[in-house]
């Protein structure tokens, strides 16, 4: 069974609205990123996508140059309301990128790394653009994996691994630090960008899973989809006994950083 990782107009006219962080929150994310950046930076972005960390890394005083294979996506960008020389775009493949050596004081990767169907490549890539003493940091949304958006996220990766293995990403679970290490980088201590919660019941969390807001759910095709949401739906009722009662969700953005002289 074949599953699409791709970021096309499926994705893109939803991606904005499941994945952004409320303001404030963003603008801890664009902070704490320009601290690891450096003042008035520039930094290149791996996989832009709608923009959602590009922004807030823009009105923290940086010059953010983001690329991503999906034009969707591109086209689906939102500018931040600082001038617009702070952020340039382009299309290109994470694999190859059209950029000269030793360019970028900082280059990011949220969420992007494991659709690399050569992930080495990447990371080589990263390396190359990066000047010395630059840093490649990684960007990760946690979520309480014991809380119900955890709980049921973590069960649709369960029943769908028992359908199928291909349901991993190329890249998914491989640890990088290694070739980080070969390519001059030294890892720092990670950093909690910042930290929030919400609320939300197992059913609301039902519904927007079913209406595909849920990133877990955008590789299926409608007749897999369905027979796993009726898996999570008897996986929640066996699991909760007040559906409807909201539950507190505690959420990180985690920046894991490396730093060198990057061959």
Not at 60 to 71: I, P, Y
Not at 148 to 171: F, I, K, W, Y
């Amino acid at each position: 069974m074949k599953f699409d990782f791709s970021f096309d107009k499926r994705v893109a006219k939803q991606y904005e609205a499941q994945r952004t962080h409320p303001p404030e929150v963003a603008r801890q994310i664009g902070s704490a990123i320009a601290v690891q950046a450096g003042a008035a930076a520039r930094v290149l972005e791996i996989g832009i996508g709608t923009g959602r960390i590009a922004r807030p890394v823009v009105a923290a005083g940086c010059h953010v140059t983001g690329f991503d294979l999906s034009w969707e996506m591109l086209t689906a960008l939102e500018r931040p309301s600082t001038t617009h020389t702070s952020l340039a775009i382009l299309q290109a493949d994470m694999h190859h990128l059209p950029i000269t050596a030793k360019q970028f004081d900082a280059v990011m990767a949220v969420h992007v790394l494991h659709l690399a169907t050569d992930w080495q490549q990447v990371l080589r890539e990263a390396a190359r653009v990066l000047k010395p003493g630059g840093a490649f940091i990684q960007g990760d949304d946690w979520i309480d994996p014991e809380s119900v958006t955890g709980r049921l996220r973590d069960e649709l990766r369960r029943q769908a691994m028992a359908l199928s293995p291909n349901t991993r990403p190329p890249a998914a679970g491989i640890g990088k630090q290694a070739l980080l290490a070969e390519l001059g980088g030294t890892q720092q201590e990670d950093v909690i960008a910042a930290e929030w919660t919400t609320w939300i019941s197992p059913n609301e969390r039902l519904e927007a899973i079913q209406n595909r807001m849920d990133a877990e759910s955008w590789m299926f095709p409608d007749a897999v989809f369905n027979i796993l949401f009726q898996k999570l739906q008897a996986y929640a009722a066996e699991s909760w006994p007040n559906l409807d009662e909201k539950q507190p969700v505690t959420r990180r953005f985690l920046l894991k950083v490396s730093r060198g002289n990057w061959a």
